[in-house]
C-alpha cells in the first residue's frame, strides 16, 4: 500500500462532520493528482521583509602572513574607506590576479586580514582571464582553485582547497543573531530574494549567515546585480516561509 504524507489539515471539529472531513482529504488529493496546488491556509502566507542589498565586486581577502609577503615586511592594511558592516573595510591595497590567459589588475584586498587568503570573482571575469571556478561559500572549501596573486613587493600562489583559492561567492545575506531570531532561521539556512523593476527576477539559495551585530544586508556579485539592473543601496524583498 503507497502512503501519502500530507500536511495535516485543520477542522473546526465542531461544525464539521467526519463526511464533509473525508471529502476535503479527497479534493485536496485530486488537486494534487492533476498537478494544482492546494490553495494556502490562513495565516501561513510567507512574510515579506525589504532589505538592502550590496553588490560585492571582485576582490581579495588576505592573511596576515601573505600581506607581507605581497607588500613588504612588517605591512599592515591601510583603510580606504570602510563598509557596510562595522569594522570591516576596503584596504588601499590592491593586486594583480593572474588567469591562464590575461590578469586582472587593480583587485582590491578588503579587510581585516583573515586566516586562510581568497580570490572572489564574478563569472564573467573569471571566464575572460582563463578561470573555470565553482560557487562555493569560502575560499577553503575543496572545490576552490588555485590562482596567482602578484603584489608589488612579492608574488603568492594560493593552492585552492584549504590552502586558500578563487571561487564564485555564493549570494547571502548578512543578518544579526536578534534579526535571526525573529525571522525564526539559523547559520546556514537558506531564503528567496525578489527583486523588482524593469528586469525583475527572484532568487534562490540565499545563504544565511549570522553574527551578532551585524547589519541586514544581501551580497550579490556583478552579474547577478546586472542581471536585475540593481545597484548597491537598492532595496529586494526577502520571502521568509
Same mark, same amino acid.
Given at each position: 500500500?503507497?502512503?501519502? *504524507?500530507?500536511? +495535516?489539515?485543520? %477542522?473546526?471539529?465542531?461544525?464539521? !462532520?467526519?463526511?464533509? +472531513?473525508?471529502?476535503?482529504?479527497? /479534493? ?31 576582490? $581579495? ?9 605581497? %607588500? ?23 593586486? +594583480?590576479?593572474?588567469?591562464?590567459? /590575461? ?43 588555485? #590562482? ?12 585552492? =582547497?584549504?590552502?586558500? =583559492?578563487? %571561487? ?15 525571522? =525564526? ?24 549567515? $549570522?553574527?551578532?551585530?551585524? %547589519?541586514?544586508? #544581501? ?6 546585480? *546586472?542581471?536585475?539592473?540593481?545597484? !548597491? ?9
Amino acid at each position: 500500500m503507497t502512503v501519502i *504524507n500530507q500536511p +495535516m489539515l485543520k %477542522f473546526d471539529t465542531g461544525a464539521v !462532520t467526519v463526511e464533509q +472531513m473525508a471529502q476535503e482529504v479527497l /479534493r485536496r488529493l485530486k488537486e494534487r493528482s492533476n498537478g494544482a496546488k492546494p490553495k494556502p491556509e490562513p495565516g501561513l502566507r510567507p512574510r515579506e521583509i525589504k532589505v538592502p542589498i550590496g553588490v560585492s565586486v571582485r576582490h $581579495v581577502h588576505l592573511c596576515p602572513e601573505h600581506v607581507e609577503v605581497l %607588500f613588504g615586511p612588517g605591512h599592515s592594511l591601510q583603510v580606504y574607506h570602510e563598509l557596510y558592516q562595522k569594522g570591516y573595510y576596503a584596504a588601499r591595497e590592491q593586486v +594583480m590576479v593572474v588567469g591562464h590567459k /590575461r590578469c586582472l589588475e587593480k583587485v582590491r584586498v578588503l579587510g581585516p586580514p583573515r586566516p586562510a587568503s581568497q580570490v572572489e570573482l564574478a563569472q564573467s571575469e573569471a571566464v575572460a582571464i582563463g578561470l573555470k571556478l565553482p560557487v562555493a561559500s569560502n575560499g577553503t572549501e575543496p572545490q576552490t582553485q588555485p #590562482v596567482t596573486l602578484v603584489g608589488p613587493e612579492g608574488i603568492i600562489t594560493l593552492p585552492g =582547497g584549504q590552502g586558500g =583559492g578563487a %571561487f564564485l561567492a555564493r549570494r547571502h545575506i548578512h543578518i544579526s543573531d536578534k534579526t535571526a531570531a525573529e525571522w =525564526g532561521v539559523q547559520h546556514g539556512h537558506t531564503l528567496r530574494l525578489r527583486i523588482d523593476g524593469p528586469r525583475a527576477v527572484e532568487f534562490d539559495d540565499i545563504l544565511v549567515r $549570522v553574527k551578532a551585530g551585524w %547589519f541586514t544586508e #544581501v551580497h550579490l556579485d556583478t552579474d547577478e546585480g *546586472n542581471a536585475c539592473l540593481v545597484q !548597491t543601496g537598492q532595496l529586494g524583498t526577502i520571502i521568509l516561509p
